[in-house]
């Protein structure tokens, strides 16, 4: 089974519109994150949600807004696309309070916004 | 602020050859420090981690130690395969939960 799932996989869209990517995981986490990967492969945190409360929010542009329904959920809605967030998009969860800080990663979504 | 650096790539090596990634970091505190890689196409896996001075992670034939007076944590293989051929990230994380990643370096081995 796989422990963190993203879903759509790639995502091909025009500027300016609006789209969602989803985040399940199944290992009973209770923090869950995305990230942003560019072209160049650099990874930047974007947000962190802690037993669906706002952890971490970087500098981000508001119009990217991540919901947290319930502890294995986390989504990332995206209004008004611009060509700039062109990139592979990952989800992560780990379990806090612990040693243990291993963060799992979903596979990630590619958005193209053209 | 917390800051990993890794050598750049594309780092180029035949197969059995000897493998060191070089990473260092700037952090406030006592880092965990960790080494994820990304075949292609895939997400993140995690890879080795030590959470305290002098900790060795080791994985996969992989190993990083974890070098506070250099503030360190390369990582090295005895002898490389094919399949090893990935972008290698360091990685750091304090007291938040989030992590810092560096640039990534890319490994290709060669037949």
């Known amino acids: 089974d796989t422990a963190v799932s993203q879903t759509p996989k790639y995502l091909v869209t025009q500027m300016g519109n609006d789209k969602s990517i989803k985040c399940e995981q199944n290992?009973?986490?209770?923090?869950m994150y995305w990230y942003k990967q560019d072209s160049k492969k650099f990874l930047k945190i974007m947000f962190s949600?802690?037993?669906?409360?706002?952890?971490i929010n970087e500098t981000v542009p508001n119009r990217f807004s991540p919901k947290s329904p319930d502890k294995a959920h986390l989504n990332l809605h995206i209004n008004s696309l611009e060509l700039g967030d062109s990139a592979v998009y990952f989800c992560?969860?780990?379990?806090?309070?612990?040693?243990?800080?291993?963060?799992?990663f979903g596979p990630g979504t590619r958005l193209t916004v053209t | 602020g917390n800051s990993v650096t890794q050598m750049e790539g594309p780092v180029t090596l035949s197969e059995e050859a000897f493998l060191t990634i070089n990473c260092t970091y700037t952090?406030?505190?006592?880092?965990?420090l960790f080494w994820y890689v990304q075949y292609p196409g895939e997400g993140l896996q995690l890879l080795l981690k030590?959470?305290?001075?002098?900790d060795k992670g080791s994985n996969k034939g992989f190993e990083a130690t974890y070098r506070k007076e250099t503030t360190s944590f390369h990582l090295e293989k005895g002898s490389v395969q094919v399949s090893d051929s990935a972008v290698y990230f360091c990685?750091?994380?304090?007291?938040?939960?989030?992590?810092?990643f560096g640039t990534g370096t890319r490994l290709l081995v060669s037949p």
């Open positions: 992560a969860s780990s379990q806090e309070g612990g040693s243990h800080y291993e963060q799992y």
């Open positions: 030590a959470t305290k001075a002098d």
């Open positions: 949600y802690n037993n669906k409360e706002l952890i």
């Open positions: 952090a406030t505190g006592y880092p965990s």
């Open positions: 990685a750091l994380r304090t007291g938040f939960q989030k992590l810092v």
């Open positions: 290992l009973g986490h209770d923090t």
